[in-house]
């Protein structure tokens, strides 16, 4: 789902492996369906405050290990938040990098 290439790369670390493992052991069964009366596997970790959304290297590692900001989903339920922030498909790319070149023409040229 994520392009970002901070993303990717912190994505793919044996410390994230672990807490993802962690994460879907605490709660086997999808937080959001069993909110809802289902009963489905967890699959997936949604992290609620995307990484991909901070400023600065250092903030996006931060919520990518926050255990707090981790949720156990199954597929479907994973899929449909992020459809429902906006951030799935091509028009949701093209405005994450349109905010991101803003980002960085506020901060270097004011």
Partial sequence: MAKDKDYIMLIHTMQWLQLRRDA???HPLCEQCKANGYITPSVEVHHIIPVESA???REKVRLMYDPTNLRALCHDCHVKIHTGMGRSGREATRKRNDERV???I???FG
Wanted: charged share 40%; aromatic share 16%; proline share 0%.
């Fill in 102 to 104: 803003k980002k960085i």
């Fill in 55 to 57: 400023g600065t290297y």
């Fill in 24 to 26: 879907i052991t605490r």
């Fill in 106 to 108: 506020k901060k270097f």
